[in-house]
């Protein structure tokens, strides 16, 4: 569990890269700031917290406007999700 605690961990601080991303537009880093509240919601299973991000993470990799550095990112968080389950 430990393990699962501090992968999480460094999910939420690449999370936190991509939100204070300048060159990132605004509902990108909006929908990154949204991923990381749903992570930190103790009060719901891990499993469904993972998921919730998963899918704004999806959607947020889906926008025409996202340069490629930061849908690069957006896969390799949701990859990293992907084992949190």
């Known amino acids: 569990m430990a393990d699962m605690e501090t992968r ?9 890269q991509l939100a204070e991303d300048t060159s990132v537009p605004r509902n990108i880093r909006r929908g990154a700031t949204d991923a990381k509240e749903r ?8 499993d469904v917290r ?11 990799a889906n926008d025409p406007n996202i340069p490629l550095h930061g ?3 957006i ?3 949701i990859s990293q999700l992907e084992t949190v389950k």
């Open 75 to 77: 896969w390799n968080i």
């Open 50 to 60: 993972s998921a919730s991000a998963i899918m704004i993470l999806d959607e947020l």
């Open 8 to 16: 999480l961990r460094q999910i939420m601080e690449v999370l936190d």
């Open 71 to 73: 849908r690069t990112l």
């Open 39 to 46: 992570l930190l919601r103790k009060a719901e299973a891990l």
